[in-house]
């Protein structure tokens, strides 16, 4: 078979289109590893450093890295009370932030009301919702 003009045509256009494919995908992964930095940045601002750690070591694609982090936070979530160490940690961290906007304020001052008195054990009895 001997090539003719189309062919060459078809072999060029074929070129660009997997050109142009490879460069969408990696301005994609580009745009995906920049909005990872930036979500760094912004829990680092609020004091989680650990969140911010771990998505830096998304961004730059360190897998081993990655994987002792989430090894170390599943071990302390493992901990008796790690969960509620954590959330709390977090909690005191990004609250102040939180509570200097006036709508998230009122969120949380509304979401506490609906949380009733702990008991003589020391917890609460409901959380949620209180009955009508």
């Known amino acids: 078979m001997v090539p003719n003009f189309w062919m060459y045509i078809a072999l060029a256009a074929l070129a660009a289109c997997a050109v142009f494919v490879v460069l969408f995908l990696y301005n994609r992964r580009e745009q995906w590893r920049s909005r990872a930095f930036d979500a760094a940045a912004q829990f680092k601002a609020l004091?989680?450093?650990r969140m911010?750690?771990?998505?830096k070591q998304i961004a730059i694609g360190d897998k081993s890295g990655l994987a002792q982090s989430i090894h170390a936070l599943h071990s302390d979530l493992e901990?008796?009370?790690?969960m509620y160490?954590?959330?709390?940690d977090a909690l005191r961290k990004a609250l102040p932030n939180?509570?200097?906007?006036?709508?998230?304020?009122?969120?949380?001052?509304a979401e506490l009301a609906k949380i009733e008195p702990?008991?003589?054990?020391?917890?609460?009895?409901a959380v949620g919702p209180k009955p009508a």
């Open 47 to 49: 004091g989680l450093e």
């Open 52 to 55: 911010a750690h771990i998505l």
């Open 79 to 82: 901990e008796p009370g790690g």
């Open 85 to 88: 160490r954590l959330l709390g």
């Open 98 to 109: 939180l509570l200097l906007k006036p709508e998230w304020l009122a969120f949380v001052t």
């Open 118 to 125: 702990p008991t003589a054990s020391g917890v609460p009895t």
